[in-house]
C-alpha cells in the first residue's frame, strides 16, 4: 500500500481506538509523500445509544457457545474504548462460571496492562474505591429480552426495531413519505429525550399535550395582522416548523405502536407474560397458554415467546408439559426447536443462582393497568418484573460481598471495602432496554452507571442469537423434547 500524495496536507488520521505501534509503522512507511501530519486515538469504538448506553453491534457472538474469535476482539476493543473515553482504570469482575465472561474480563485486563500509560488516570487519589467493570452473560437472565415491553424505547424496539438510533417504516401502510424512515435520537429530538423511558400510557397523555400545544401555536400563527405580528411569525417560524415535525412524528409512531398492540392482543398476552415471570401458578397459567397459543389470531412468535417462558420457569417442575405446548406450536407451523435450544442456552443447568425467585413484584397498585381517563383507547402498562441486573446493581451499592459470585481478574485493586462509585457493565449476548431502563432509575438516585452489550435485544433478536450460539451442538438437557429439536443438535 502506498498512500498517493493529496493536493493538500492531510492534518490528521484520527482512530476510534488503540493503534498497534506495528500498525502505525505500517502506515508512516507507505506514507512516502509524507502527506499525513499527525496520528490521533479518538477511543470512540463503539455506538452511543443513550447517555447510558452503548452497543457494539455485534448481533450474534458466539457459536457452540463459545465465543466468535471476531466478537470477541472486537468486544474487547471496544469496552477498552469505552473506558479510554470514561478515562477510568477499573477493577474487573466477572460472572463466576461463565467462560465467556472470564475469557473477555481476561483480554481486556492484558490490554489494560499492556497500555498501562494510557490508564493511568489517578482517579481515586482521594482513597476512594475504583470504579468497577463488570462483564455478565445474557445467559443468566434469558427472561428479560423475552418480554413485551411497555416503555416508550423499549416498546419502539420490540415492535418496529430500533437500528442505530433509526426506525424503518418503509413497509408500513398508511405512513407518510416524510416519515419512512426515523431518527429517534434524544440528542436530537427534545421530545424524545424526555419521553423514551415513559410508560405507553403516559406518551399518549403527553403526545396529547404536545399537540394541544401545537393547535394553539398553529391558530395563533393565523393572526397575522400587523408588522409586528408579521415579524414574530418569521422569527418563530423554525421552531413553528420543527414543532410541527415532532408531532407528526411521534403521532406517526404512536399509531404504530397502538395498531400493533390492538391487532395483536398485546395487552392480554404481555400480562401473561408477566405473572409467569414474577408467579409460580402452574396449572393456572398452563391453561391459559394453552388457550392463547392455540388462537389464531396470537402471532406465532408471541405464542412461542409464552411457551419459552413458561419452559424456562417450570424447567424443572414435577407437571411440567413443555411438550404439549410445543406440538401445538407445530401444529401451527410454528419453530418448536426454538424451546429446546433456548433450554440449553440458558437452562438452569446454566443460570447461577434463582432467576425467578430474584424476582420482585411491585405494589399492588401499579398492576398491569391503570386506565388514563380523558385519552381515549391508551392504557398505562405498569410491569412487575424487575431484570436480574438491577438487583444485582442495588446490592453493589449497597457494599455487599461480591466474591465468590464476581470475582475479580485484578485483584491487586481490590482491598477496598467501600462500594465503587462509578460502574460499567457489560453483557455478553446484548442487553435490552429493559435493563437501560433500570440504570436510568438507579442513576436518578445518584448512581454512577454505564450499561453496554455486544448489542441491543428486542425479543426476535435474542431468539435468533439463540438459535445461532446454539446451532451445531448437541443437545444434552432437553431429551423430553427431542422429538422438537433441529436435527443438527441431536
Known amino acids: 500500500m502506498i498512500i498517493t500524495p493529496p493536493l493538500k496536507p492531510v492534518p490528521s488520521v484520527d482512530f476510534s481506538s488503540i493503534i498497534p505501534r506495528t500498525d502505525i509503522k505500517y502506515l508512516a512507511e507507505c506514507d512516502e509523500s509524507e502527506s499525513v501530519r499527525e496520528v490521533k486515538e479518538l477511543y470512540a469504538d463503539y455506538l452511543s445509544v443513550n447517555p447510558n448506553l452503548f452497543s457494539l453491534n455485534i448481533p450474534n457472538c458466539m457459536a457452540n457457545l463459545n465465543w466468535l474469535p471476531d466478537a470477541l476482539t472486537r468486544s474487547m476493543q471496544g469496552i477498552t474504548a469505552v473506558l479510554l473515553s470514561l478515562k477510568l482504570n477499573p477493577v474487573i469482575r466477572y460472572r463466576a462460571g461463565s467462560q465467556a465472561a472470564q475469557l473477555l474480563a481476561k483480554m481486556i485486563y492484558e490490554q489494560i496492562t499492556k497500555d498501562s500509560t494510557l490508564f493511568d488516570f489517578r482517579s481515586n487519589m482521594d482513597g476512594s474505591a475504583p470504579p468497577l467493570l463488570l462483564v455478565l452473560d445474557r445467559r443468566d437472565d434469558p427472561v428479560t429480552p423475552l418480554l413485551h415491553q411497555w416503555t416508550y424505547q423499549a416498546m419502539v424496539h420490540e415492535l418496529l426495531q430500533i437500528k442505530n438510533n433509526r426506525v424503518d417504516l418503509s413497509d408500513r401502510a398508511n405512513v407518510p413519505k416524510d416519515f419512512k424512515e426515523l431518527v429517534l435520537s434524544g440528542d436530537q429530538d427534545e421530545f424524545y429525550g424526555n419521553n423514551m423511558y415513559a410508560n405507553y400510557g403516559e406518551i399518549g397523555s403527553t403526545i396529547k399535550a404536545l399537540m394541544e400545544e401545537f393547535q394553539r401555536k398553529a391558530n395563533d400563527q393565523k393572526k397575522v395582522e400587523s408588522i409586528a405580528d408579521m415579524k414574530n411569525f418569521i ?97 401451527r407451523g410454528g419453530r418448536p426447536q426454538i424451546v429446546p435450544a433456548l433450554i440449553e ?28 381517563k380523558g385519552l381515549k383507547g391508551v392504557e398505562n402498562v405498569f410491569t412487575q418484573h424487575t431484570p436480574l441486573l438491577k438487583e444485582t446493581l442495588e446490592d453493589i451499592f449497597k457494599g455487599r460481598e461480591l466474591d ?34 433500570a440504570v436510568h432509575q438507579l442513576n436518578n438516585s445518584g448512581y454512577k452507571i454505564i450499561l ?35 436435527t443438527d443438535n441431536i
Request: with cysteine.
Open 404 to 437: 465468590p459470585v464476581f470475582p475479580a481478574i485484578n485483584s491487586e485493586l481490590v482491598p477496598f471495602r467501600r462500594p465503587p462509585q462509578e460502574v460499567v457493565v457489560f453483557i455478553i449476548g446484548g442487553a435490552t432496554y429493559e435493563e437501560a431502563l
Open 235 to 331: 422569527e418563530s417560524y423554525p421552531q413553528f416548523k420543527k414543532m410541527s415535525g415532532t408531532v407528526q412524528k411521534h403521532l406517526c409512531v404512536i399509531g404504530e405502536l397502538s395498531g400493533l398492540s390492538n391487532k395483536r392482543n398485546l395487552f392480554e398476552l404481555s400480562e401473561l407474560e408477566q405473572e409467569i415471570a414474577c408467579k409460580a401458578e402452574h396449572s393456572a397459567q398452563l391453561q391459559r397458554i394453552k388457550k392463547l397459543i392455540a388462537d389464531e389470531r396470537v402471532t406465532i412468535d408471541d405464542a412461542l415467546k409464552l411457551v419459552a417462558l413458561y419452559a424456562l420457569r417450570y424447567e424443572r417442575h414435577a407437571n411440567c408439559d413443555t411438550s404439549s405446548l410445543l406440538q401445538i406450536i407445530k401444529t
Open 345 to 372: 442456552y440458558a437452562g438452569n443447568h446454566v443460570r447461577q443462582g434463582d432467576l425467578f425467585n430474584m424476582v420482585r413484584i411491585t405494589d399492588a397498585v401499579k398492576l398491569t393497568r391503570n386506565l388514563i
Open 452 to 486: 453496554g452489550g455486544t448489542t441491543i435485544h428486542n425479543s426476535q433478536s435474542f431468539i435468533n442469537e439463540v438459535l445461532s450460539a446454539t446451532n451445531g451442538i448437541q443437545f444434552k438437557h432437553t431429551k423430553s423434547m427431542i422429538k422438537y429439536c433441529s
